[in-house]
């Protein structure tokens, strides 16, 4: 079987924006002041269970998302900012532990990395003046971020942080999803080559989605890949209201990423507690893009020490 052909198999996913954007979310009452304790609490067994539980195929797991804290050791990021190990990368390596315990129960895993992450985090303007790139100005908004001359030297330079982990994790990681690869950013083909190279040189066969939210506007959009390194299209939806009409998409998998959460003020139904959605309605939805061949992510809320919400878990619990 080829690797699209076992995720195929798979056929839906669990996807955990760990501490989404901490401080600015009233959901998360967390003191980041002591990153490893904060990691240390997370239960990857627990975890690993619940998810056996609702029979999910598969766990994304957010490596770095709105802040500068990452979820394991990366002596390239700590190079890059200037801090001491254990600072903004916890001494555990959560992922390790969390594909350990997936393992017991066949569960494959897979990571986000953010493709934008040091122009989001307050040590931005620290990181950039080290590798030369931006330190006149913070962007604001993020756009034409990239289209300066030093684009390249700053994909080169976080790509690196990317490698570490891919070499790491090799063939235990079976997708990347990659997020703020757009257009408007200033992203290309040429620059994205980058991180595609550092995911290769860890799993040849790792499937890789490189997000344009862009290109799945509305119900009525043709799905389609974002560059011509991606084999996982990136999907991401804010409800439950798109068919693909096969699960090929010019040699990508048809993948969509929907966030299962009540609607809130901030993110919307991203990373929210609480449903509004029936156990019936899910199953359905996910039985009809498994039919074209297509797989479906849910995104869920987890908590700091990474258990979900009872009303989450059982609309979830397609078996």
Not at 64 to 82: F, R
């Amino acid at each position: 079987m080829t690797a699209i052909e076992k995720m195929r198999a798979r056929k839906w996913g669990v996807f955990n924006h760990y501490l989404c954007t901490p401080g600015r979310d009233a959901i998360y009452e967390t003191d980041l002041s002591d990153w490893n304790k904060t990691v240390d609490s997370f239960d990857a067994e627990r975890l690993a269970y619940q998810l056996h539980q609702m029979g999910a195929g598969y766990y994304f797991i957010t490596l770095v998302h709105g802040n500068e804290y990452m979820i394991a050791p990366n002596a390239t990021y700590d190079k890059l900012m200037g801090v001491s190990a254990g600072t903004l990368c916890p001494r555990r390596d959560l992922v390790l532990d969390i594909y350990n315990a997936l393992q017991k129960y066949g569960i494959d895993l897979c990571l986000y990395f953010n493709c934008l992450s040091p122009f989001n985090n307050t040590f931005s303007r620290q990181y950039r003046e080290r590798v030369g790139i931006f330190a006149d100005r913070l962007p604001e908004p993020q756009k034409d971020v990239l289209t300066r001359e030093n684009a390249e030297k700053f994909v080169a330079s976080w790509s690196e942080v990317l490698r570490e982990f891919a070499i790491r994790y090799g063939d235990k990681v079976k997708m990347w999803w990659l997020d703020s690869c757009y257009d408007y950013a200033g992203y290309t083909d040429g620059l994205l080559k980058y991180y595609h190279d550092a995911i290769k040189a860890g799993n040849p066969d790792a499937l890789i989605g490189f997000n344009k939210a862009e290109l799945l506007l509305s119900p009525d959009s043709e799905m389609q890949r974002s560059c011509k390194y991606e084999t996982l299209t990136c999907g991401e939806r804010n409800t439950f209201d798109y068919y693909p009409k096969s699960g090929d998409v010019d040699g990508a998998l048809a993948h969509l990423l929907i966030p299962l959460g009540k609607e809130r003020n901030f993110c919307g139904r991203w990373c929210a507690p609480d449903t509004d959605y029936t156990r019936d309605f899910i199953r359905a939805y996910i039985e009809k893009v498994n039919a074209v061949g297509g797989i479906v992510t849910v995104d869920m809320f987890v908590e700091p020490n990474g258990s979900f919400t009872d009303k989450q878990r059982e609309a979830l619990s397609v078996r």
